[in-house]
């Protein structure tokens, strides 16, 4: 099992950026991704990486904004998030699951078992 603790969220101001970090409890090789869910609404995936860091996925609400990545030497996965906007205000979670092999990009949560305990994010325009 991994334990994952989010941190870097708060309240910003539309257009300006925040950095999330997840650090998991072990360095064994998981697949990662963030979440987020704002009130009311589903949990819905915003980034992946595989465990390898080579592939990223991105939902098409953040891309060209958001930036996801790793540093497996710290067992830390980062999201970049800049000109952030008022409608990314939500609860983010750090997801992780057993790396999978092949090309197939997870982006439901009920395809991954670790979860974090959130970190709000508030952007107010």
């Known amino acids: 099992q991994v334990q994952l603790v989010e941190s870097g969220g708060g309240l910003v101001q539309a257009g300006g950026s925040l950095r999330l970090s997840c650090a998991a409890s072990?360095?064994?090789?998981?697949?990662m991704a963030w979440f987020r869910q704002a009130p009311g609404k589903e949990r819905v995936v915003v980034a992946t990486?595989?465990?390898?860091?080579?592939?990223?996925y991105y939902a098409d609400s953040v891309k060209g904004r958001f930036t996801i990545s790793r540093d497996n030497a710290k067992n830390t996965i980062y999201l970049q998030m800049d000109s952030l906007e008022s409608e990314d205000t939500a609860v983010y979670y750090c997801?992780?699951?057993?790396?999978?092999?092949?090309?197939?990009?997870?982006?439901?949560?009920?395809?991954?078992?670790?979860w974090g305990q959130g970190t709000q994010v508030t952007v107010s325009s």
């Open positions: 072990t360095s064994s090789r998981y697949d």
């Open positions: 990486i595989t465990w390898s860091g080579r592939r990223a």
């Open positions: 997801a992780a699951d057993s790396a999978r092999w092949g090309d197939d990009v997870y982006i439901l949560p009920d395809e991954y078992d670790y």
